[in-house]
C-alpha cells in the first residue's frame, strides 16, 4: 500500500491549507482504515495532529489540543482518502506533514495516538507559514 499526500505549501498567518493523502496498490478496506496526520519541525520528534477512525469506530475525529477548532479531519472512502483542513494557520504549525494508515479494524483507539500504530507512511508534505 502506497500513501501519496500532497497539498503542502507557504501561507501566511491566519490563512488555509488542505492537505490531501490518498491510498493505492494493495488490497484493503478503505471503510475498515484509521487514517493518522502527524507532523514534524526538523530536530524533533514525531506529533500527532488529528486521526480519523474507520467505519469500526464510528468514522469519529480527534485532535491534538494545539489545533482543535483550526483543524478538520475528514475522508472519502469512495477515493481511498483523507483530508486535512487547516484554517488560521499559525507559524508554529510550520512543519512536515505526514499522513498514515492503520489497516486494523481492531486497533484498539488510544494506538491511534502514537506513530507506532500506524502501519504505512506518506512521503511528508511541507506546510509553511509565514508571521
Known amino acids: 500500500v502506497q500513501l501519496q499526500a500532497s497539498g503542502g505549501g507557504l501561507v501566511q498567518t491566519g490563512g488555509s491549507l488542505r492537505l490531501s493523502c490518498a491510498a493505492s496498490?494493495?488490497?484493503?478496506?478503505?471503510?475498515?482504515?484509521?487514517w493518522g496526520w502527524f507532523r514534524r519541525v526538523s530536530g524533533e520528534e514525531r506529533e500527532l495532529v488529528a486521526f480519523?477512525?474507520?467505519?469500526?469506530?464510528?468514522?469519529?475525529?480527534y485532535y491534538a489540543d494545539s489545533v482543535k477548532g483550526r483543524f478538520t479531519v475528514s475522508r472519502d472512502n469512495a477515493k481511498n482518502s483523507v483530508y486535512l483542513q487547516m484554517n488560521s494557520l499559525k507559524p508554529e504549525d510550520t512543519a512536515v506533514y505526514y499522513c498514515?494508515?492503520?489497516?486494523?479494524?481492531?486497533?484498539?483507539?488510544?494506538?491511534?495516538?502514537?506513530?507506532?500504530?500506524?502501519?504505512?507512511w506518506g512521503q511528508g508534505t511541507q506546510v509553511t507559514v509565514s508571521s
Open positions: 498514515a494508515a492503520d489497516m486494523s479494524p481492531l486497533t484498539i483507539l488510544s494506538g491511534l495516538y502514537y506513530a507506532r500504530g500506524y502501519d504505512y
Open positions: 496498490g494493495g488490497t484493503f478496506s478503505s471503510y475498515n482504515m484509521n
Open positions: 480519523i477512525r474507520g467505519s469500526g469506530g464510528g468514522n469519529r475525529a
